[in-house]
């Protein structure tokens, strides 16, 4: 059993009391809600004729349905117009603060916790969304939750819960050149597998880690529910702290010294105890692409696809099913594989570095005339940073779309979708048939940097090849 | 609440590791506000062609109709944590779920609705999944009690469940609403004590 981790600070110091049902009933220290999975919860505490009990503790904001070219309301889809005319309905009525359109803060509920210093180590945060995990990069234990969930948060503030194991996964040494957050986070879901993590909470660290920024951190926890693990955090340090200081919801000056002694009292102590311990060497990690239909089924870009028969039995049917529909073959180069759409956004990748990062790439080049290239900016501040550093100039002028703020294509519940048997080169999270809004539709991850490439080559590129003429 | 203990019916198999909740349910139906239909969605890709007519998947075969129990490999339910999915075959009327491992968020999706997932090794599973394509009109029933599964009224294996969600249906407390609000005093003072909720 794990002792002394962060997992166990932060969780013991929120148990409430243990249930008759041997699970923990946990108080929630941050809510955030958004327009899809809040509706039906509103509903149900309203039929019961109860209030959100914390309504200074929840947040909510509209990231998943809204249209990316023209926000004007009405909405033209009448069932994303419906979602949050019920959203706009519920806040007011129950007291929540709301960060729409109109507020300048709006954008993916996992970038824009962080980006309003909402997000603080040592918090339990939950959210009906499975990439909740991002927060875990403060130094936080983050869930993603269903609705009827939602809905204990809203009435209660808690969550009835089981307790996770922890596992402590090092990457040490150093990356190389044009190896990013990204491609550490596939690495992992490579080596580990999409369903190593079940049971688990994940702690990352070593020097890969320490020498991260925070949006790079969040790239990481954000993917660490692909690999199974609902939880995935890193220790605060430093860089946390600095991260933070002078955000809209951090504590002020006079309160800052006494906030940082407690978020430096939750990281793991020096002789804390895991369940598990895993070590990667930095060295061994390229560019990672994904050829296949769940996240671990990837490889370096200048790696050959695998044989089915390097699959333990029980997963050929998955394999065969990934090749058969993402159309490609065992023993085929990645690289040189033609896209038709190229995406960059999401909560894995939709911050400002990531658009500094592959901007780098696409400027002074253009993007290949057989690719629809857009480029989708996490939220309303990374879009207006982003302005101001003149990037989406440098992707307009490449031939890449510049859009509003929002989940966009990363699972296609707005206007933005593939069409027909469409492959897309992507920054999102998941490679699911069907995901990006077409049922036949096929998706590879990778960095931003990488979609950039790939869009401007027409095909899946190593980035550092482009690199090199920089 | 109502207390599940146990569950009898028809099985249907749906074969596959890491069947996740986009196949479950694909997002565009995540856009209705109440649950209402979900019954109408589940595996909707899979099974419908272009026209919308089945392709034959083991929701459409008639020896699968009206079963409750559902049969799956590994890693099902994984992805994005939407309660659309359960809704969604619970609505069509799968009432127990039994496989070789649950994603964790699915899993406890099911255990708020009073659904179990209940857990097998891979050879039990397989044997499970043959008998049911075999024989599709063999009567199982799932024993929370006993945590054992009858076919045709006899014992046919011992399975696994989280003790806690097990306690949860058996007890009828998996709607937990109840049982967190009870604790609204003891809730208040756990926030007292933490910093960042004071303010520092």
Redesign the interface.
């Known amino acids: 059993m794990s002792k002394g981790t962060l997992y166990n600070k932060v969780w013991d110091?929120?148990?409430?009391?243990k249930?008759?049902?041997?699970?923990y009933?946990l108080?929630i220290?941050l809510h955030l809600i958004h327009e899809?999975?809040s509706?039906?919860a509103f509903?149900m505490i309203a039929e019961?004729g109860?209030k959100v009990?914390?309504p200074n503790?929840t947040f909510a904001t509209v990231d998943?349905?809204v249209p990316t070219k023209s926000q004007a309301r009405p909405f033209q889809?009448n069932?994303?117009e419906?979602?949050m005319g019920?959203i706009e309905k519920n806040v007011k009525k129950f007291g929540v603060p709301f960060y729409d359109f109109n507020s300048g803060n709006q954008g993916i509920v996992h970038i824009i916790g962080p980006e309003m210093g909402l997000t603080?180590p040592?918090?339990t945060i939950a959210c009906?969304?499975?990439h909740?995990s991002t927060h875990g990069a403060f130094g936080t234990l983050a869930f993603?939750?269903?609705?009827?969930?939602v809905?204990?948060v809203l009435?209660?503030?808690?969550?009835?819960m089981?307790a996770l194991k922890v596992r402590r996964i090092n990457v040490n040494g150093k990356l190389k050149p044009g190896v990013t957050a990204k491609d550490v986070t596939l690495y992992i879901i490579q080596k580990l597998g999409?369903?190593g993590g079940?049971?688990y909470a994940y702690e990352y660290g070593g020097s890969v880690f320490d020498a991260m920024t925070m949006e790079e951190r969040m790239t990481v926890c954000n993917m660490a529910?692909?690999g199974?693990a609902?939880v995935g955090y890193v220790n605060p340090d430093q860089t946390t702290f600095d991260y933070l200081k002078g955000r809209k919801y951090s504590?002020t000056a006079d309160?800052w010294d006494?906030?940082v002694a407690?978020w430096k009292s939750v990281a793991s102590d020096k002789d804390a105890v895991f369940d598990d311990v895993v070590n990667f060497d930095a060295a061994d990690i390229e560019p990672i692409v994904t050829w296949g239909?769940?996240p671990d089924q990837s490889v370096g870009v200048n790696d050959k696809l695998p044989e089915v028969s390097r699959f333990s039995a029980?997963?050929v049917?998955?394999v065969e099913?990934a090749y058969k529909h993402m159309d490609l073959k065992p023993g085929q180069s990645i690289k040189g594989t033609p896209i038709n759409v190229a995406f960059i956004g999401s909560c894995t990748n939709g911050r400002i570095s990531d658009l500094r990062e592959a901007a780098k790439v696409a400027k002074g080049r253009k993007v290949s005339k057989s690719v629809r290239a857009f480029v989708v900016p996490g939220s309303q501040q990374v879009k207006a940073q982003a302005e101001k550093e003149g990037l989406d100039k440098i992707f307009t002028e490449a031939g890449f779309e510049w859009r509003q703020a929002g989940c966009s294509m990363c699972?296609?519940?707005n206007p933005d979708k593939l069409q027909g048997r469409e492959i897309s080169a992507s920054s999102s999270n998941?490679n699911?048939?069907?995901?990006q809004?077409s049922?036949d539709g096929r998706t590879m991850l990778m960095s931003p940097a990488m979609v950039a490439a790939a869009a401007i080559e027409g095909r899946v590129a190593d980035v550092r090849e482009l690199m090199k003429n920089l | 609440m109502n207390k599940v203990t146990q569950i009898e019916g028809k099985a249907v198999p749906v074969?596959?590791?890491?069947i996740?909740t986009?196949?479950i349910i694909?997002?565009?139906y995540?856009?209705?506000?109440?649950?209402t239909n979900m019954g109408n969605y589940p595996f909707y890709?899979e099974r419908f062609d272009a026209e919308g007519k089945p392709k034959g998947h083991p929701f459409d075969l008639p020896q699968f109709q009206g079963a409750h129990l559902l049969f799956v490999?590994?890693?099902f339910g994984?992805?994005?944590?939407?309660?659309?999915a359960?809704q969604s075959l619970m609505r069509w009327g799968v009432r127990a779920i039994i496989g070789e491992?649950?994603?964790?968020?699915f899993a406890?999706?099911c255990t708020?609705?009073g659904i179990p997932t209940a857990t097998v090794n891979?050879g039990e599973m397989m044997k499970l999944q043959t008998l049911v394509k075999e024989k599709p009109e063999t009567k199982f029933m799932l024993d929370l009690e006993k945590k054992t599964l009858l076919s045709e009224g006899k014992e046919y294996l011992k399975f696994d469940i989280?003790?806690?969600?097990r306690?949860?249906l058996v007890?009828g407390?998996w709607?937990?609403?109840g049982?967190?609000?009870g604790?609204?005093g003891?809730?208040a003072e756990?926030?007292k004590?933490?910093?960042?909720?004071a303010?520092?």
């Open positions: 110091s929120h148990v409430v009391d249930l008759p049902t041997g699970q009933q108080f220290g899809v999975t509706p039906q509903d019961k109860l009990a914390y503790r998943h349905i889809d069932e994303a419906l979602m019920a603080q040592g918090m009906g969304d499975s909740t993603g939750i269903g609705t009827t969930q809905r204990d009435a209660t503030q808690c969550l009835a089981d999409v369903k079940i049971g529910i692909e199974g609902r504590p309160k006494k906030a407690y239909i769940t029980d997963e049917k998955t099913l699972l296609a519940m998941r699911f048939i069907g995901r809004g049922k | 074969e596959g590791n890491d996740d986009d196949r694909p997002a565009r995540l856009k209705e506000i109440t649950f890709d490999n590994q890693n994984c992805g994005s944590s939407r309660e659309h359960p491992s649950f994603a964790e968020i406890g999706n708020m609705l891979h989280h003790e806690s969600k306690n949860a007890n407390t709607d937990s609403t049982l967190l609000l604790n609204a003891k809730t756990v926030a004590k933490l910093p960042y909720v303010g520092f």
